[in-house]
């Protein structure tokens, strides 16, 4: 009886594999594997040090606001506030495509977690 159910079980799964389409399975199987890549290819790994490096300024950008703010300096706080706008931007576009290539990779959701508080402030957003 249990024999007879595998055999069943068996050619139940051979008809379904054959009606998938090999192209559609391939492709499936080569998203699988980009997404949650465990070695870092060259590219990635220059993705993910440009939005290290991109926080890291956008982090200094916004400390040097916050000192012209404190040091009374109106001078440079507009300067200072329009470049620190321009880097959060622009770190914010490079996680966004990231995210989109690498959704459910490791490296990538650190780097988003550390941007989110470091930069942002965003505690909600760096917990969830």
């Known amino acids: ?11 139940y799964h051979k ?3 054959t009606n ?7 492709s499936q199987i080569k998203l699988l594997i ?9 590219e990635f790994k220059r993705s993910l040090e440009k939005v290290n490096t991109l926080s890291s300024a ?7 606001f916050w000192e012209c703010v404190i040091q ?6 507009e300067t200072s506030s329009y470049a620190a706008k321009k880097a959060i931007t622009e770190t914010e576009f490079e996680i966004t495509h990231l995210l989109r290539e690498y ?12 941007y989110l508080l470091k930069v942002k ?6 917990s969830v």
């Open 1 to 11: 009886m249990i024999m007879e159910s595998f055999k069943k079980t068996c050619r």
């Open 15 to 17: 008809i379904f594999l």
């Open 20 to 26: 998938i389409s090999n192209s559609y399975f391939r």
């Open 34 to 42: 980009r997404e949650r890549q465990d070695n870092l290819t060259h």
């Open 58 to 64: 956008a982090q200094n950008k916004e400390r040097r």
């Open 72 to 77: 009374g300096n109106i001078s440079d706080m």
């Open 103 to 114: 959704q459910n990779n490791q490296h990538v959701a650190r780097a988003t977690a550390k």
């Open 121 to 126: 402030g965003d505690k909600i957003g760096y």
